[in-house]
């Protein structure tokens, strides 16, 4: 039975959905849960309360992600009304500050601790605590950035998903193409720091040299470097015919300044999460992220039942989403043929 504490949280989150969420509406909203879960939980007694805490570095951590992995929990049988609270701390998209929020939150002694997307997070939990149990939701490489031992034996208090698949880079290469047809300069938007975009450059350089595409590598470690990049890549040596994302925190933070900029420039431009789509890109191609918040709230509920992280495998995607935008096609004077919106899981016009 819901009770009236959480109908009112399921009407907010409703409502802040609806209307779009904004950094402060979020926060609210998660301060509203963990109020709300730790009175409600002192209030039955008898029931053993499990507390969570969750690090975010991107602002907000979007509200549908979160809705995802909550909703889970109560499938799964963890209510604000009866046995969870939850402790939410966000970087705001400063790296700098995830330390001292991963020891704040090792403080509050969370039963496990749930990181957001990206590999930072993930890593100032690790350096955190060597005990309390860690799920990630969304690092690109963990074997790479030195977070697990392996994927099969993560190893340690840590284990979680990854967002990253094999060839998923050479299939979003073959969509722009797709697009594009008969074009061979394709500019590569990437930060060079993310351990996950090292490898999936690897694996675009492989799949541009099958299809004899020319590769313009596009560096970027800071939000004013992206613009800079982008306006170089379509102005210098006659221009890029088509720009390939490879989505990190620091350029999924960017995804509507760069979806207006590459329409500005006329260059279609590929991405990674169907968000970006949303925000005016052209095309995205990748993981299902509402699944993955789902599968991290099934890996918290068996740690809570008494698994190890260490024994706990780390899960790759199994589902992948193509969303195009039409409106963003007609403005760029593209054509999309019939056969890839036929593909598309959702078309936004």
């Known amino acids: 039975m819901t009770t009236p504490g959480q109908g009112r949280i399921e009407r907010r989150l409703t409502a802040i959905l609806a209307a779009g969420m904004g950094r402060r509406e979020f926060i609210a909203l998660l301060g509203m849960l963990a109020a709300t879960w730790s009175v409600t939980a002192i209030a039955q007694r008898g029931q053993k309360s499990h507390r969570l805490g969750f690090l975010a570095l991107v602002p907000g951590e979007d509200a549908t992600l979160m809705q995802a992995l909550l909703e889970r929990l109560h499938e799964l ?3 604000e009304a009866t046995n969870m609270s939850f402790e939410y701390r966000s970087a705001e998209g400063h790296p700098e500050r995830l330390a001292a929020l991963a020891a704040e939150l090792v403080r509050a002694k969370p039963d496990v601790l749930i990181t957001g997307f990206g590999t930072l997070a993930a890593q100032a939990a690790k350096a955190a605590t060597t005990t309390i149990p860690i799920v990630f939701t969304t690092v690109g490489d963990p074997l790479g950035a030195g977070i697990v031992a392996s994927l099969s034996r993560p190893g340690a208090n840590i284990t979680g998903l990854t967002d990253q698949a094999r060839d998923t880079e050479g299939k979003r290469l073959q969509l722009l ?22 490898l999936a450059l690897q694996e675009t350089k492989s799949a541009a040299e099958y299809a004899h595409i020319r590769l313009e590598v596009l ?8 613009p800079r990049q982008i306006e170089h890549a379509a102005n210098v040596g006659g221009g890029a015919s088509g720009l390939l994302i490879l989505e990190d925190p620091l350029i999924y933070s960017m995804r509507r300044n760069i979806a207006d900029l590459a329409a500005r420039l006329r260059l279609p431009a590929i991405y990674v999460y169907r968000d970006s789509a949303e925000a005016g890109g052209l095309i995205s191609y990748g993981p299902d992220r509402r699944q993955i918040y789902r599968r991290a709230a099934e890996y918290v509920d068996k740690i809570l039942k008494g698994a190890k992280p260490a024994d706990l495998a780390v899960e790759q ?12 096609a007609k403005a760029l004077g593209l054509d999309i043929p019939a056969t890839l919106l036929a593909r598309a899981d959702e078309v936004i016009e």
């Open 77 to 79: 049988g963890y209510s």
């Open 219 to 226: 560096e970027v470690r800071t939000a004013e470097e992206v």
């Open 317 to 328: 995607p199994t589902k992948f989403e193509l969303v195009i935008n039409l409106r963003t």
């Open 177 to 198: 193409q797709e697009l594009i047809p008969g074009k061979q300069e394709i500019a590569v938007l990437l930060n060079p720091d993310t351990p996950f975009s090292r």
